[in-house]
């Protein structure tokens, strides 16, 4: 079933007024969910609200809660998440990275203390949007194994990295493993396989079942020993420039995840070049790119799907799941 | 055979001050050569140099050259590298990162018109060596097809992570392919195939042949579509910030490429945090990520290998290919 962007608007805001939150958050909290569902992210969009709500209601996110700055050194800054709303925090936080990048050239918070901040893109989206652009990544529980071991030590940590250009951003936004645990849930909810091997199943052997990856707990990192070393780099960086948490410091419990450290990072891209000489150069490379499309297939640029399910899911009316449709109705 | 550090370093410096090196760039270089050597990545150290004196004899490399910077707003500054030589190009707008980063929290470098850096985590230790957290990437010449196509259009484009640490600084040095064509090279002389599917075949099919994935030039990018985006990413940011070129404009020939752009991050730990109190975080992260091992293997963090190599390396002296040796002594 579809509904328009409006009444998914509509039905997120009242639930978010109902839970508490101040109405200009609830506004600002609503639409950054409503945008991921636009944008076909469905599982850090509406499907993700119940629990976000079940967090708020155990205490875990303080609906009250405002990011504050707690240290300050020229373009970069550390603020305190105070376990306020994940999004929210993020949100802010990137605004206020871009707006040291226009005074210093580039600029950088790091945030401690926050929640899940949803679907990461959409920082980077926002940074665009600013004109800037835009790197930032999460650390996150423990739910990948290093490279090598059995047992999910590390983070899947997503980065998230961005380039404004009128003719479509481009918006980068992956996790270190190669398949998200949402995707996992929903190859296996359609009874396939996965593409590729995605991970190993409980004897160690590498698997293309997402049920037996679920199962182990252990996915797969992108480029083997690659990801999971830039996995680790990026909890250090996150850790020690927001002095908040580690993943190993962060509860492993999807319910109880919370205490996440974030580094939002920007680049005042019009300290250099015009826009339009800026547009001229993105242009090409992404010119450049589809090229080399080979055996019929089109390569995309990072972003371009998004932007095409977003003019759909606009004309069409965004898919939702009904159970959780109603659910979220009826709060 | 193995010589030791001294003997390495004389013998480069002599080559070097012959091409027409000043003295004090000779020496800078010439560390950087034996140092990449000491470290056991003979492909970017001693085996390189003979490509790197052909491209100064043919005038690619500029030995006079030094870089300048051609702009400046705050923490972000952009330097023309002017065909000097790459890693000493490389290594001074590290230092100049890590000095803005002294004034303003954190400071970027973007540097255009340079050369190959030959190994990247140099400097990352660098960084490291002067207690900042290093971040740096570079582009190359397309050498990679993205995902989805089997013509290289895109670069390897190596990225670096590094984190100061006492007890052994944490160095990623990792190329957006997964294995790089120094490797390919290297198993496929000792005759062994790779240990996972490196790339494909002429005929598009995965393969661990290492000859098969040279002759084919299509190599897998990490993470399959993941690590294709990235590579993209970081060339656009590479050329959007350096106002230099991107990887479509370089000549795809190892022995002419050249005008590459580069960008190097700093972030001064000390604005927050004693080296102290950051080295407890950073020993805690790795101390969890050890504890992690599994099936008997030891979990490594980035740049432990390395660390082992030099220790050993400087003790038993350092192995060199004998052609090579010979070859760079005679010069």
């Not at 996790?175 to 996992?184: E, K, P, T, W």
């Amino acid at each position: 079933m579809r509904v328009t962007y409006q009444e998914l608007y509509d039905v997120l805001l009242r639930a978010l007024l109902k839970a508490g939150f101040e109405p200009e958050r609830a506004a600002l909290c609503a639409r950054l969910f409503a945008d991921t569902d636009l944008d076909g992210v469905h599982s850090h969009g509406l499907n993700r609200f119940p629990r976000f709500m079940g967090m708020i209601r155990r205490g875990v996110i303080d609906v009250h809660a405002r990011p504050v700055c707690v240290e300050r050194r020229g373009a970069l800054e550390r603020w305190d998440g105070r376990r306020g709303p994940g999004n929210l925090n993020a949100h802010d936080s990137m605004e206020r990275a871009t707006e040291l990048s226009r005074e210093h050239g580039l600029g950088c918070v790091a945030l401690s203390n926050t929640n899940h901040w949803m679907r990461g893109g959409s920082y980077g989206w926002q940074a665009t949007e600013a004109g800037a652009i835009g790197v930032c990544w999460t650390n996150t529980m423990p739910n990948l194994p290093p490279w090598g071991a059995s047992e999910p030590r590390i983070g899947n940590n997503p980065l998230v990295v961005a380039v404004p250009r009128p003719r479509g951003h481009v918006v980068l936004d992956m996790a270190m493993s190669q398949f998200s645990y949402g995707a996992l849930v929903s190859y296996r909810a359609s009874g396939e396989q996965l593409p590729f091997v995605g991970g190993f199943d409980a004897d160690g052997r590498p698997t293309r079942d997402p049920a037996a990856i679920e199962r182990s707990g252990r996915p797969l990192p992108i480029g083997l020993w690659k990801g999971s070393g830039l996995a680790l780099m990026l909890d250090m960086l996150a850790a020690l420039l927001s002095g908040g948490r580690a993943t190993h410091q962060v509860t492993a419990n999807p319910d109880e995840e919370t205490g996440l450290s974030q580094v939002f990072l920007a680049f005042d891209l019009p300290s250099f070049e015009t826009p339009e000489a800026a547009a001229r150069v993105a242009d090409e490379i992404i010119e450049n790119l589809r090229q080399s499309s080979a055996d019929g297939d089109e390569v995309r640029y990072p972003g371009e799907r998004t932007l095409e399910t977003r003019r759909r899911n606009l004309k069409e009316g965004i898919p939702v799941e009904p159970s959780v449709w109603r659910q979220v109705q009826s709060i």
